[in-house]
């Protein structure tokens, strides 16, 4: 079975450039997470979804950050405006319950210069 | 809300010597434990976990117990391998429908032939 998948792999742009992040999660999970790794602040939760619905988004940053996920097999995170200090690796991992392991996708190395 | 405080790294071991990475937590309730790992350029990975005291997690020559009196989940390993170097992240999470999973900041290890 094909584990979570997120594209792109790698992300540089410009600080104030838009950025789309997307990820595929496993097929029949029905929760979704994003994830922010960096070397200040560690594995931090941005937001996560149950039935493709936002159920919390309290780690989300800013207004600058938004995710949306239209159906079962797909959702996005998207920077607007992009920021230096938005460099960091964005991972997503999906789980077939709420309480059950948390499969992640190899991440997107995101670098805002 | 959980914490999860682990041994900060790195941690360098010769090939075949013996690992611990020690991690404590702090919770309402018993949470389930978790430690998860992370090999260069990807996701993170659950290597082991434990639901209940006294529970011993194990994967891969990996073994972690789950002490209720001391609130610890520390890794242990008889015989690294250079394979194993890798960031190991040690992490609760509540039972009872979804629950956040908090993760502890990671620690590094890097086993040298």
């Known amino acids: 079975d094909a584990g979570v998948i997120q594209s792109p792999r790698h992300e540089v742009t410009e600080m104030g450039q838009e950025v789309t992040l997307r990820c595929k999660p496993i097929?029949?999970?029905?929760?979704l997470f994003w994830y922010r790794q960096t070397m200040m602040r560690g594995l931090e939760l941005l937001i996560y979804f149950n039935n493709n619905v936002p159920i919390d988004d309290s780690g989300m940053p800013e207004d600058r950050f938004s995710a949306k996920m239209p159906n079962a097999s797909f959702s996005t995170l998207k920077i607007q405006p992009s920021e230096p200090r938005d460099s960091a690796v964005y991972f997503c991992?999906?789980?077939?319950?709420?309480?059950?392991?948390?499969?992640f996708g190899p991440g997107t190395r995101l670098l805002v210069l | 809300g959980n914490s999860v405080t682990q041994m900060e790294g790195p941690v360098t071991l010769s090939e075949e010597a013996f690992l611990t990475i020690n991690c404590t937590y702090t919770?309402?309730?018993?949470?389930?434990l978790f430690w998860y790992v992370q090999y260069p350029g990807e996701g993170l990975q659950l290597l082991l976990k434990?639901?209940?005291?006294?529970d011993k997690g194990s994967n891969k020559g990996f073994e972690a117990t789950y002490r209720k009196e001391t609130t610890s989940f520390h890794l242990e390993k008889g015989s690294v391998q250079v394979s194993d170097s890798a960031v190991y992240f040690c992490a609760s999470q509540n039972s009872g429908g979804y629950q956040k999973v908090t993760f502890g900041i990671g620690t590094k290890l890097q086993v040298i032939p």
């Open positions: 434990a639901t209940k005291a006294d």
């Open positions: 919770a309402t309730g018993y949470p389930s």
């Open positions: 991992a999906s789980s077939r319950q709420g309480y059950e392991t948390q499969y």
């Open positions: 097929s029949g999970h029905d929760y």
